[in-house]
């Protein structure tokens, strides 16, 4: 078994560096064939490294003196901030030091770094950022949901090309179905983008399309690979978290509301936290960055330590089914 060294941004995100390192560490200790490397401010860092047993050998201390906030001009913040934990991290990737780099940081810092720092791969138009998102039959790959929101009908030909390579290598899904989101079945109707898009994707050898698909029907898991630009992919990701939230809240408040619905609570407990579980979109960590010359995963800015650690843990497929390789041959 290979070892696969993993860059972890220590400084990004809300909770940083605290749920990154715990979430680093939780991952260290689940799986015996990842190095880490935490990049951020030493001192910081450290301290909360010290709360933690692990092995030492295994987790690497990379200081970086400078960090990118949210609110911070994404191009401008890459090309200043030299010694940022989101540039000195994806500098390890791009010289080849590391398999992937993790980050809970600025989404546009990210997705700019990635571009000009690690790079696209040959022939890729614009790297998607392509989550996995939990369906009553599964997962689903939702692409794009933040990276182009401004997509050609080409782009969206690629993301569903890159979609199914991931799909089918890295969760194992062969043949997975193809579908674009749209606001009907037939094939006439969306906007400028889906008319021009729908036909070509019709016409690719290389995927296995099923048609539209509607917003009602992705938590059903009608198709493996849901493809669209990134205004609507994130409006469809925030909303699915955000009614997913929602829902667990009233259950809970409804069972908690008479003495009687605590006593059925406890008698539902194991099904109900087991089906809650299978609809966690944090068990499945975060998005990658797909196109690019080394893998980047981006995390959600409020990730606790399970969103860490599995968005960790999500590296090692993609990096032992070789999918850049993949993604490079197919296009």
């Keep these: 078994m290979s070892e696969i060294r993993i860059v972890v941004d220590a400084?990004?995100?809300?909770?940083?560096?605290?749920?990154?390192?715990?979430?680093?560490?939780?991952?260290?200790?689940?799986?015996?064939?990842?190095?880490?490397?935490?990049?951020?401010?030493?001192?910081?860092?450290?301290?909360?490294?010290?709360?933690y047993t692990y092995d030492k050998n295994r987790i690497e201390l990379v200081n970086a003196t400078q960090?990118?906030?949210?609110?911070?001009?994404?191009?401008?913040?890459?090309?200043?901030?030299?010694?940022?934990?989101?540039?000195?991290?994806?500098?390890?990737?791009?010289?080849?030091?590391?398999?992937?780099?993790?980050?809970?940081?600025?989404?546009?810092?990210?997705?700019?770094?990635?571009?000009?720092?690690?790079?696209?791969?040959?022939?890729?138009?614009?790297?998607p950022l392509a989550p996995l998102i939990p369906t009553t039959s599964g997962v689903s790959l939702l692409?794009?949901?933040?990276?182009?929101?401004?997509?050609?009908?080409?782009?969206?030909?690629?993301?569903?090309?890159?979609?199914?390579?991931?799909?089918?290598n890295v969760v194992g899904i062969k043949k997975p179905k193809v579908a674009i989101v749209n606001i009907?079945?037939?094939?006439?109707?969306?906007?400028?983008?889906?008319?021009?898009?729908?036909?070509?994707?019709?016409?690719?050898?290389?995927?296995?399309?099923?048609?539209?698909?509607?917003?009602?029907?992705?938590?059903?898991?009608?198709a493996d690979v849901i493809v669209c630009e990134a205004f609507t992919g994130?409006?469809?990701?925030?909303?699915?978290?955000?009614?997913?939230?929602?829902?667990?809240?009233?259950?809970?408040?409804?069972?908690?509301?008479s003495f009687r619905s605590k006593i059925g609570a406890v008698l539902i407990?194991?099904?109900l936290k087991k089906t809650l579980k299978d609809f966690d979109a944090s068990q499945y960590g975060g998005a990658p960055l797909l196109g690019l010359k080394g893998l980047v995963v981006k995390t959600h800015g409020s990730s606790k330590s399970l969103e860490v650690k599995n968005s960790i843990i999500q590296c090692i497929a993609f990096s032992e089914q070789k999918i850049n390789e993949k993604i490079k041959e197919h296009l």
Aim: proline share 4%.
């Design 269 to 271: 407990k194991p099904a």
């Design 234 to 257: 994130n409006v469809i990701l925030k909303l699915y978290e955000g009614l997913g939230s929602a829902l667990i809240h009233k259950v809970k408040e409804g069972l908690l509301s």
């Design 143 to 168: 692409i794009d949901c933040g990276a182009n929101v401004d997509a050609r009908s080409s782009h969206l030909v690629q993301f569903a090309k890159i979609g199914s390579i991931y799909m089918e």
């Design 67 to 127: 960090e990118i906030g949210f609110d911070e001009p994404p191009v401008m913040a890459i090309r200043t901030k030299k010694d940022s934990s989101i540039v000195v991290g994806m500098n390890l990737v791009k010289s080849q030091k590391a398999d992937a780099f993790v980050s809970a940081g600025s989404t546009g810092a990210i997705l700019v770094g990635g571009q000009l720092i690690v790079g696209r791969i040959k022939g890729v138009e614009r790297p």
């Design 184 to 222: 009907g079945a037939e094939e006439e109707k969306g906007n400028m983008l889906v008319k021009e898009t729908y036909p070509l994707l019709k016409e690719c050898k290389d995927i296995h399309f099923i048609g539209s698909i509607e917003a009602r029907e992705i938590p059903y898991g009608k």
């Design 11 to 51: 400084m990004g995100g809300d909770n940083a560096p605290g749920e990154i390192v715990k979430g680093a560490i939780d991952a260290l200790n689940e799986r015996k064939e990842i190095t880490i490397i935490l990049v951020g401010k030493e001192d910081k860092v450290k301290q909360e490294l010290g709360k």
